[in-house]
């Protein structure tokens, strides 16, 4: 389970869930010592996260690339069982990961756009993919639903059309009657 964590605290602990067949689904999760630190204020914090097979090829990709690190650091190596190191196993910089996601936003031409305003992006592409408000707010790790309503509800106006051009369409109606005179 995870809770909202910085990606540089993530640990490699990843198993297959019961639950996925016939998809496979990684889940990481963190023990007792590690939520401490990591600093879990909730059960909300604690949550599940499902990967799709793209992102668990790309991390499996990385855990390769981090095994080759490790070969060529040799005694270098900082065991710290991260997700995600440096070149010697040391868990991320949260200065340098910011200033490094900032340099990728630049590279890719993208408008501005902050390491946490991600978080807010792929809560929005989840709900204009038409993902249900409460697994949104689940994901998010919201321990209310109405505040992940209220917060991205305003944000995307279409989904609330999109939504009651759905509901008319629900309603059954009679073949119009022509008028004539």
Not at 18 to 35: G, I, M
Not at 109 to 115: D, G, H, K, N, T
Request: aromatic share 6%; charged share 25%; proline share 4%.
């Amino acid at each position: 389970m995870i809770h909202q964590q910085t990606p540089r605290e993530k640990r490699w602990r990843s198993r297959s869930s019961q639950h996925s067949a016939p998809w496979f689904r990684a889940v990481l999760q963190l023990d007792e010592d590690e939520e401490a630190e990591a600093g879990i204020k909730s059960d909300s914090s604690r949550r599940v996260v499902v990967l799709d097979d793209v992102n668990v090829k790309l991390l499996k990709a990385w855990r390769k690339t981090q095994a080759t690190e490790r070969l060529a650091a040799g005694k270098h190596w900082v065991d710290s069982g991260k997700v995600f190191t440096d070149k010697l196993g040391r868990p991320l910089d949260l200065n340098g990961l910011t200033d490094h996601t900032e340099w990728l936003v630049r590279r890719s031409q993208l408008p501005p756009v902050r390491l946490h305003d991600m978080r807010h992006c792929a809560a929005t592409i989840m709900l204009a993919a038409g993902t249900d408000m409460k697994i949104v707010s689940a994901t998010l790790g919201h321990r209310q639903y109405w505040f992940t309503a209220d917060t991205y509800t305003t944000v995307i106006p279409e989904l609330a059309t999109i939504a009651a051009a759905a509901t008319v369409a629900m309603i059954p109606r009679r073949a119009s009657r022509s008028t004539t005179a």
